[in-house]
Every structure is written in C-alpha cells, then in structure tokens.
C-alpha cells in the first residue's frame, strides 16, 4: 500500500460517519463535559461565556483593524469552545440583542408617509423642481435602508472576509439550524433567514471554483471525500480508487476561503446505457471504455457543510459538470440520475398504519381489488379477515426485509410498489411541490422522471427508504431551463409515459429510456 493510501485508511478509517453526525463530533465531542463535574468547572465554563459574549460585542461595535483582527480570533475560538447549550445561548442573545432598531424604522416610516407626492404639473421641462421634491424622499429611503440592516450584518460581513471566517459562519449556521429543529424561535428564525441570504451571496459560482477530483489529489482531500460521501459509503481503497479512476469522474466546488475542502461534490459514472441498478454502477468491473460510453450517470451528490442547507449549490454544480463534460466528451449524449427515494417508504407506511387507526371506513384503501387479491394469496399467513393493506403493512415492516426472500412475494410486490412509487413521487405534494426532497432537488434544477427501477438498491438503507428502489431522473439540455420554470411556477412535474403508466395500471411497461 502506497503513502496515500496508507494516510487516507488511517484518517477516514473507510468507515464514514453521515455528515451531520461528522460535523457535529467534531464541532462538539471534546466540548463535552462531564454531569458530575465539579464546581470549579462550571465557573470557569461561565467565565469563558462571559469572554465569548463580550468578544462577540467586540467585533460588531469597533473599528480599529488591527484590534478587530484579534477580536475575531477571540469570539471564533471562543465559541468552539462552549457547550451545545452555551451556543445556543449565545446564538439567542445575538438573534434578540444585535437585531434591528425598529422604533427607528418606524420613525422613518411615519416621516414618509407623511411625505407628499410631487404633483407632475408643477415639473418644469428639464425636472428640475421634480428633483427638488424627491430629494426627501430619497434621504428617507437611504436611511431605512440603513435601519433595516440589523448590528448581527456587521459580525457576519467581517467574519467573512476574515481568514477562515466563511467556514465558521457555515458552522456557526449548523448551530442555529439545530435550534430550529427542537425549537421554532422566530428571532432565531430570522437570524438563519438573514445569514442564508448572506451565504447564498458569498457562494455564488462566480465564487466557486469547479474541480475535477483524482487519486492524484492530496489525501486530506480524499479523506473528506471518504467521509462525507452520504449515498453511498466508501467501503475501502479499492472503491476510491474505482469511484476516481477510469470510466468516473468526481467534481466538487471549491471556495478559495476553504481551500482543499470541496463544499459539495458529485460522483458520475460514463456508461452506455443509464443504469437500472447501483450493484452495475458501484461494482462494474471493468469499466465501459470511455470511447463507447454515450451517457453520464449522477449516482451521488454530497455536501460537506451542513450549515448550507438551502443553499441550492448543486444546483449549478449539476449544469456545471454536464456541460463540461459534453464539451470534453461529444460522445455523451444522456445525462440521468440513479437516485434514492428517500421518503417513499415513510409516506407508505404511513398510509398503510392510518388504515389500522381509523378503519376502512375513514381511510383511504390505496391497494387495488386485484392488487389485494394477489397479497392475500401470496401471503399464506395471514389470517381470515386481515385486509390487504394489514398484509402489506406486516410484510413491510418485517424483520430483515424477509418479504425480499420470497420470490413469489416478490412477484406480487413489484407492481403495486412501483405503482405507489410513481404516484408519490409525481402527485404527492407538499406546498404545491414535489414530497420527496430528492425528487423537488431535481425536479427545480430541471429535471423529467425517467423511469422507476425494481429492487435497484437491496442494501438495507435502499430497502428501508424505498423498498430498494430507485428512480432515474433524466436531464434533457433541450428542455433543462423550460422544466425547472414549469416546475418553479406552477409545481408542474415532467414524468415519462413509463412512470405515469405505474400511476393507471399495475402492469409494467417497456423501459422507454434505452
């Protein structure tokens, strides 16, 4: 084993925690303290409070660049070094405390309403007494744009161009994400609202920099790969180096304020055909030469930086790599996905457990006739009365997926899930877009769904998500920026005659795409 592959085995150990998990280890486990500290411990931990609070104030309230450098240093050690609870002490306080002066705004706001409106017949030919008039309203104007600015803009504008100062803001948003989680503070609310805006801002992709990842990368590099990569996990060396040799491709974004450190990568296997299963992409051996390759498939996308939820960057990494790539490989002519459904089996069993709670009479019986005669003769177990929706409830939530043994179950499976499959995924909404955060991620970037693929994914987290299965989404550079409008103005989803044939019969349909 050479150097590198020594030094990434070590660092990552090849087995990644998710993402969130990562960060959260290690932003908190050696802040961790013990329940049964002593006294001493929780002064000093309060002190510490006291110094980050009164850093923090530093940095919004001076100016002098040489003190205000080493205020940043202060308040950004300072605040890795407290407690989750601290944090969020500290995160409220700077939500509440450093918020915008509203009496002022409401001040200017009455001075403008009280403000009357030029009558245009009193303008001469060049608008000269127009200007006159106006010029009230324009001071008033500049001074609620300044008043509505709250102080906490100061610390996140001069965090930001301080050395290391974007990655902390991602952190220090993670923080404030987690709040919401447990809590719904509206002034937290709003802090995360104004700092994603910030950060949507400072990560444009005239911001970032796309990178093609190789073996040829330093390890720690590869190491953040191992460790963040959330779909599907790096087993060993062996499947690093296949995911970055011949017949792959990886690219990440890069901000130059973060360097060595990809924000969010993408994973793309070149195939001939676009893949019905992740055992053909993951484990394909050899690779199908890149010459006879026509189709780039997106098996994975990752984010390294919890703290940018919501800031759309795979978005533009996508129409990034499809674009390079079709510039450096003319060949390639289909561009797809092999994606998870993350929430298919959440939504199911749901409906599924409704039943049991409010009988058939209040519930909807989302199985059809011959859909419940199959499941009760497949099912040999099940007892006189049991409906089909009580069968497939009890098969689903089995243990060990014992229903995937039974090729007869199986059989009688495949329809019915992949019917329920297509019909969550193109007509179960949430806010007039797409339920699955996976299938509204695709389908706003301009995306059609292509096809649904049967027992894709039969490790145990594909089996528990989606009952191991996978949807192709399909990119069309005719049609990318027509869908992504419909979608984004109407909540329109683009589906294949194959996907909304599952949706009117349970019989399967020719694959279209191949």
């Not at 969130?20 to 013990?34: D, G, I, T």
């Not at 779909?231 to 062996?238: A, F, T």
């Not at 797809?336 to 298919?344: E, K, M, N, Q």
């Not at 859909?371 to 177990?381: S, T």
Request: with cysteine.
């Amino acid at each position: 084993m050479n150097k590198k592959g020594l030094a990434i085995l070590l660092r990552s150990k090849m087995r990644p925690l998710s993402p969130v998990s990562k960060v959260n280890q290690l932003q908190h486990a050696p802040l961790e303290r013990n329940v049964s500290a002593t006294q001493n411990v929780s002064i000093k931990t309060e002190r510490d409070f006291g110094q980050v609070r009164e850093s923090m104030h530093s940095v919004i309230s001076m100016n002098k660049k040489e003190i205000l450098d080493t205020a940043l240093n202060e308040f950004s050690e300072g605040y890795f070094s407290l407690s989750k609870e601290n944090r969020c002490k500290l995160l409220l306080i700077l939500a509440r405390e450093y918020d915008l002066n509203r009496s002022k705004v409401r001040d200017l706001m009455k001075q403008y309403v009280g403000l009357e409106i030029p009558n245009g017949d009193e303008i001469d030919e060049h608008g000269r007494e127009m200007d006159s008039h106006l010029s009230a309203f324009y001071r008033i104007e500049r001074n609620l744009r300044h008043a509505l600015k709250p102080m906490y803009e100061v610390l996140f504008e001069r965090l930001n161009t301080h050395p290391g100062g974007l990655k902390f803001l991602a952190s220090v948003r993670a923080d404030i994400l987690s709040i919401i989680a447990d809590e719904n503070v509206a002034s937290i609310r709003a802090l995360d609202s104004y700092l994603k805006e910030k950060l949507i801002t400072w990560l444009s992709p005239a911001n970032l920099e796309l990178h093609q990842i190789t073996w040829d990368d330093p390890a720690s590099l590869l190491e953040k790969i191992v460790a963040y990569e959330a779909v599907h996990p790096i087993s060993n060396l062996i499947d690093l180096k296949r995911r970055l040799g011949l017949g792959r491709r990886c690219f990440g974004y890069i901000h130059p304020s973060i360097p060595g450190e990809p924000l969010i990568f993408i994973e793309v296997a070149l195939m001939k055909n676009i893949a019905c299963t992740i055992q053909e992409v993951l484990w394909h051996d050899p690779p199908t030469p890149e010459c006879e390759a026509t189709t780039a498939l997106f098996y994975s996308i990752s984010s390294t930086q919890p703290g940018l939820a919501g800031v759309n960057l795979g978005k533009f990494l996508i129409k990034r790599v499809i674009y390079l790539v079709k510039k450096d490989m003319p060949n390639i002519h289909n561009f797809a996905t092999l994606s998870p459904i993350p929430g298919f089996m959440q939504w199911l069993l749901s409906k599924l457990a409704s039943s049991e709670r409010s009988g058939p009479i209040f519930c909807e019986n989302i199985l059809k006739p011959e859909e419940e005669r199959a499941l009760l003769d497949a099912y040999k177990d099940s007892t006189t009365g049991e409906s089909g929706m009580e069968v497939l409830l009890h098969l689903l939530t089995s243990t060990n997926h014992e229903w995937t043994r039974s090729d007869r179950l199986i059989t009688v499976f495949e329809p019915i899930l992949l019917r329920l499959c297509a019909r969550y995924l193109v007509l179960e909404k949430k806010r007039g877009k797409a339920l699955d955060s996976v299938a509204n991620f695709h389908l706003q970037n301009g995306a059609m769904i292509g096809r649904l693929n049967w027992m894709a994914d039969r490790s145990e987290k594909g089996l528990s998500q989606s009952g191991g299965i996978m949807v192709n989404y399909i990119y069309s550079l005719e049609h990318i920026e027509d869908y992504a409008q419909a979608y984004f103005s109407t909540g329109h989803i683009q589906a294949s005659p194959d996907v909304h044939h599952h949706i009117q019969s349970p019989e399967r349909n020719e694959d279209p795409i191949n």
